[in-house]
């Protein structure tokens, strides 16, 4: 069957676009071939720093022929309806439509039918359709439109027939050649004619812009492959990434070196070149005095290269105090895009005296920042100047939630706060606290924004604080994400806690959620953050208190920032009764969202998520690892044959009370009455739920629920012995009423526990 080869070659495509430009070109044309009726068999995308390619293999050589039938208006209905209905069908008189019949009576149908196109002239028209509404996130407008514009919306064609839409071709840049080729394996192909912007398709590519600029004849995707890398274009970014990491680890190996692998480097680096070239440099190893991750960084972010080290210290990209960065080696690897005939020894020159010049910025910013602070030295250390003038600054956090200023003040009371809940000393997390952001206004952070928190840990380290306060400063942002690592020193546990809590409860306070996919504050990564840090580390902490309060502290930073703008506005204080007391409704609400973050984190897990609202239903669960020990030993016990079954029994009794209830309007709530039960049944589980009720509630007072399960399993067989052999809708009224009040004891019993209502099966 024949394939379809399709490459749109342009001056250029950035790094960071192509691996989505490459899956959308090939998710359009195929979704459009498809539609067309030219089902394939498989297709392949492809992107380099010039080129998109496709190739589609097992087209058919035209669609198929079409027959359809379209229902139209009934007989005798109005003139306008049935022109309305010849001109959507292409009929020219009602007369080639025919009548049908259904219980409404006679309405007229057309048959269309659609002979099958050569598969060319439908790729024809679908490629310049597609190339025209291409959805680069940013492009440009180029190009000699045949159109003159009328107002902003609406233009005019060379017929003077008004057209809307944009008469500029829109591409990442400049579109310089398209090569289009259709046909089948083992012969010819012929060029899909079709011309975008004055630029007619063919059979003819480019190799590599300088080492084979001449035109390539290309008949399909093979040749096509194979001609592009004898010119010096590897198509593939996969395979090109494969030749980058194999080499440089091979350049660093002959130099008796380690490469520190970076995959978001590599794959950058891949999307710049087409023809990769691995060379060595070095520079002044007086710059390893610097801390290794800002050597790192500076390499990394103003060359795109590698950094490597020594093969004896690969724990680690560095040391933390003294002489920083020893196990980091003064070389780096790059990757050009050309066999230089000099060995590449002008290309590796000039990055070594870029990267000299862009590590003497660093080595001066990092000195800088460990000096006083102009204006500032009377707030005492470096980092304390620099907190100073964060505070000086009034940079605003939120116009809502006051400075970054008033939220450090606000985060160190709360770390405060909570330290002795984590087994952290209150001082040290409060030091810790005031610190953590003072290296927003350092230099060195100034120019790599990615070293906050890391380059703060090295200033506090710098200027004496404890190790701990050091470290937080560092981890009190960890995790960023499901993979990273959780802080487990008890001072960073309690700051991380503080500063993702303040942001949680501020923006509940003044009712800035996230919607639907929008999440513009990363409000659900901070709570994934705060249930993380808790279940990582066992953390026994009730988080309700800890939002009432910290609200107070919100509402009072909002009053402030209303004065300071003149007015005396304040956060309406709404509350409502949670666990026997009055909260605000909002913390609610936010513990009801950390209920759902709790669920998508152990649904990714393997756990049941209708467990942990069987849980949360409760009412007054606020401590998530205790929560998690629930759902887990609620788990365990459904998982049994005992569970099930009596999962399936309380179902029962509830879904009778729901509806009796509903019926007689009376809440059957009460005590049941001894005397009233007359089969052996119901006076067997009248006995058996007196006694495991007690057990379950005793367990549950200890936390022991997997006990609490156990007590409860008891209740299995006199519960289905029940259902089989008493009849709940007794004649005798009283009775009835009775029975009814024993199935709530059932409810009731595993109430203790959790409600089994919320759990499905």
């Given at each position: 069957?024949?394939?379809?080869?399709?490459?749109?070659?342009?001056?250029?495509?950035?790094?960071?676009?192509?691996?989505?430009?490459?899956?959308?070109?090939?998710?359009?044309?195929?979704?459009?071939?498809?539609?067309?009726?030219?089902?394939?068999?498989?297709?392949?995308?492809?992107?380099?720093?010039?080129?998109?390619?496709?190739?589609?293999?097992?087209?058919?050589?035209?669609?198929?022929?079409?027959?359809?039938?379209?229902?139209?208006?009934?007989?005798?209905?109005?003139?306008?309806?049935?022109?309305?209905?010849?001109?959507?069908?292409?009929?020219?008189?009602i007369d080639q439509a025919k009548v049908q019949q259904d219980k409404k009576g006679d309405f007229y149908v057309a048959v269309v039918e659609q002979p099958g196109r050569p598969a060319p002239e439908v790729i024809a028209e679908i490629?310049?359709?597609?190339?025209?509404?291409?959805?680069?996130?940013?492009?440009?407008?180029?190009?000699?439109?045949?159109?003159?514009?009328?107002?902003?919306?609406?233009?005019?064609?060379?017929?003077?027939?008004?057209?809307?839409?944009?008469?500029?071709?829109?591409?990442?840049?400049?579109?310089?050649?398209?090569?289009?080729?259709?046909?089948?394996?083992?012969?010819?192909?012929?060029?899909?004619?079709?011309?975008?912007?004055?630029?007619?398709?063919?059979?003819?590519?480019?190799?590599?812009?300088?080492?084979?600029?001449?035109?390539?004849?290309?008949?399909?995707?093979?040749?096509?492959?194979?001609?592009?890398?004898?010119?010096?274009v590897v198509l593939d970014a996969d395979r090109r990434k494969e030749i980058i990491l194999a080499d440089a680890r091979n350049a660093a190996l002959a130099a008796n070196l380690d490469l520190i692998e970076d995959e978001a480097l590599?794959?950058?680096?891949?999307?710049?070149?087409?023809?990769?070239?691995?060379?060595?440099?070095?520079?002044?190893?007086?710059?390893?005095?610097l801390p290794p991750e800002v050597v790192r960084a500076t390499i990394r972010n103003n060359q795109k290269c590698f950094v490597l080290r020594r093969p004896q210290e690969t724990g680690s990209a560095g040391g933390a105090t003294g002489?920083?960065?020893?196990?980091?080696?003064?070389?780096?690897?790059?990757?050009?895009?050309?066999?230089?005939?000099?060995?590449?020894?002008?290309?590796?020159?000039?990055?070594?005296?870029?990267?000299?010049?862009?590590?003497?910025?660093?080595?001066?910013?990092?000195?800088?920042?460990?000096?006083?602070?102009?204006?500032?030295?009377?707030?005492?250390?470096?980092?304390?100047?620099?907190?100073?003038?964060?505070?000086?600054?009034?940079?605003?956090?939120?116009?809502?939630?006051?400075?970054?200023?008033?939220?450090?003040?606000?985060?160190?009371?709360?770390?405060?706060?909570?330290?002795?809940?984590?087994?952290?000393?209150?001082?040290?997390?409060?030091?810790?606290?005031?610190?953590?952001?003072?290296?927003?206004?350092?230099?060195?952070?100034?120019?790599?924004?990615?070293?906050?928190?890391?380059?703060?840990?090295?200033?506090?380290?710098?200027?004496?604080?404890?190790?701990?306060?050091?470290?937080?400063?560092?981890?009190?942002?960890?995790?960023?994400?499901?993979?990273?690592?959780?802080?487990?020193?008890?001072?960073?546990?309690?700051?991380?806690?503080?500063?993702?809590?303040?942001?949680?409860?501020?923006?509940?306070?003044?009712?800035?959620?996230?919607?639907?996919?929008?999440?513009?504050?990363?409000?659900?990564?901070?709570?994934?953050?705060?249930?993380?840090?808790?279940?990582?580390?066992?953390?026994?902490?009730?988080?309700?208190?800890?939002?009432?309060?910290?609200?107070?502290?919100?509402?009072?930073?909002?009053?402030?920032?209303?004065?300071?703008?003149?007015?005396?506005?304040?956060?309406?204080?709404?509350?409502?009764?949670?666990?026997?007391?009055?909260?605000?409704?909002?913390?609610?609400?936010?513990?009801?969202?950390?209920?759902?973050?709790?669920?998508?984190?152990?649904?990714?897990?393997?756990?049941?998520?209708?467990?942990?609202?069987?849980?949360?239903?409760?009412?007054?669960?606020?401590?998530?690892?205790?929560?998690?020990?629930?759902?887990?030993?609620?788990?365990?016990?459904?998982?049994?044959?005992?569970?099930?079954?009596?999962?399936?029994?309380?179902?029962?009794?509830?879904?009778?009370?729901?509806?009796?209830?509903?019926?007689?309007?009376?809440?059957?709530?009460?005590?049941?009455?001894?005397?009233?039960?007359?089969?052996?049944?119901?006076?067997?589980?009248?006995?058996?739920?007196?006694?495991?009720?007690?057990?379950?509630?005793?367990?549950?007072?200890?936390?022991?629920?997997?006990?609490?399960?156990?007590?409860?399993?008891?209740?299995?067989?006199?519960?289905?012995?029940?259902?089989?052999?008493?009849?709940?809708?007794?004649?005798?009224?009283?009775?009835?009423?009775?029975?009814?009040?024993?199935?709530?004891?059932?409810?009731?019993?595993?109430?203790?526990?959790?409600?089994?209502?919320?759990?499905?099966?």
């Amino acid at each position: 069957m024949p394939d379809l080869l399709l490459e749109l070659s342009s001056e250029e495509i950035p790094a960071r676009m192509q691996r989505k430009a490459a899956e959308d070109l090939r998710k359009l044309v195929t979704d459009a071939l498809v539609e067309a009726g030219l089902v394939y068999e498989g297709a392949r995308a492809f992107a380099t720093p010039r080129r998109l390619a496709l190739t589609v293999h097992g087209l058919p050589a035209r669609s198929p022929d079409r027959r359809e039938e379209k229902k139209g208006p009934r007989v005798g209905a109005p003139a306008k309806a049935v022109e309305g209905f010849l001109k959507s069908a292409g009929l020219t008189s009602i007369d080639q439509a025919k009548v049908q019949q259904d219980k409404k009576g006679d309405f007229y149908v057309a048959v269309v039918e659609q002979p099958g196109r050569p598969a060319p002239e439908v790729i024809a028209e679908i490629v310049p359709r597609i190339v025209r509404a291409f959805p680069w996130p940013k492009a440009m407008h180029w190009g000699t439109p045949d159109f003159v514009m009328v107002g902003d919306d609406y233009v005019t064609d060379s017929d003077g027939n008004y057209v809307i839409g944009d008469p500029w071709l829109k591409w990442v840049r400049p579109l310089q050649s398209i090569l289009c080729v259709f046909g089948p394996e083992t012969e010819d192909t012929e060029v899909v004619p079709f011309e975008i912007d004055g630029i007619r398709s063919g059979n003819v590519t480019r190799g590599h812009r300088f080492m084979a600029p001449g035109e390539i004849v290309v008949r399909r995707f093979d040749d096509y492959a194979a001609k592009l890398e004898k010119a010096k274009v590897v198509l593939d970014a996969d395979r090109r990434k494969e030749i980058i990491l194999a080499d440089a680890r091979n350049a660093a190996l002959a130099a008796n070196l380690d490469l520190i692998e970076d995959e978001a480097l590599l794959e950058e680096i891949a999307g710049l070149v087409e023809w990769p070239v691995v060379l060595m440099g070095s520079f002044d190893a007086a710059f390893l005095e610097l801390p290794p991750e800002v050597v790192r960084a500076t390499i990394r972010n103003n060359q795109k290269c590698f950094v490597l080290r020594r093969p004896q210290e690969t724990g680690s990209a560095g040391g933390a105090t003294g002489k920083q960065g020893t196990s980091l080696a003064p070389n780096f690897a790059l990757v050009a895009n050309i066999e230089a005939s000099d060995g590449g020894k002008q290309i590796v020159a000039g990055n070594g005296r870029v990267i000299r010049a862009r590590l003497s910025d660093a080595r001066y910013f990092w000195e800088t920042d460990l000096k006083p602070l102009p204006g500032y030295e009377a707030a005492g250390k470096p980092l304390d100047q620099r907190l100073a003038k964060l505070k000086a600054l009034n940079v605003v956090f939120h116009e809502k939630l006051g400075t970054q200023g008033e939220r450090v003040e606000r985060i160190a009371r709360l770390a405060k706060e909570i330290a002795p809940l984590v087994g952290a000393d209150p001082a040290k997390a409060e030091r810790a606290a005031l610190l953590a952001k003072g290296d927003l206004t350092t230099e060195m952070v100034g120019e790599f924004p990615e070293l906050q928190g890391l380059m703060g840990k090295y200033y506090a380290l710098a200027q004496g604080e404890d190790a701990s306060v050091a470290a937080t400063i560092e981890d009190h942002y960890k995790p960023l994400g499901p993979t990273d690592r959780v802080p487990t020193d008890p001072v960073a546990i309690a700051v991380a806690l503080a500063d993702k809590l303040d942001t949680l409860v501020g923006f509940w306070a003044i009712d800035e959620k996230p919607t639907g996919s929008k999440d513009p504050y990363a409000l659900r990564r901070a709570a994934l953050g705060v249930i993380r840090v808790v279940l990582e580390n066992g953390l026994r902490i009730q988080l309700m208190p800890l939002f009432d309060r910290h609200a107070t502290a919100v509402r009072s930073t909002f009053a402030e920032v209303a004065r300071r703008r003149g007015g005396s506005f304040a956060i309406a204080r709404v509350t409502r009764e949670w666990s026997g007391r009055q909260v605000d409704v909002e913390n609610i609400d936010l513990l009801a969202f950390f209920a759902d973050r709790l669920k998508v984190q152990l649904r990714e897990q393997g756990a049941r998520h209708d467990l942990v609202d069987a849980v949360f239903a409760l009412g007054g669960q606020d401590d998530l690892l205790l929560i998690v020990r629930r759902v887990e030993a609620l788990g365990t016990f459904l998982d049994t044959d005992d569970g099930k079954t009596l999962l399936a029994g309380v179902k029962r009794a509830a879904n009778i009370l729901r509806d009796e209830e509903k019926k007689s309007g009376e809440a059957y709530a009460g005590p049941v009455e001894p005397e009233l039960l007359t089969e052996p049944e119901e006076k067997a589980l009248f006995e058996a739920i007196g006694a495991a009720d007690g057990k379950v509630k005793s367990a549950v007072a200890i936390e022991d629920f997997a006990g609490a399960m156990t007590a409860l399993a008891a209740l299995r067989a006199p519960v289905d012995a029940f259902f089989e052999k008493v009849r709940v809708n007794a004649d005798d009224a009283a009775v009835r009423a009775n029975r009814l009040r024993l199935l709530n004891r059932i409810r009731e019993a595993t109430l203790a526990v959790a409600d089994f209502s919320k759990v499905g099966g």
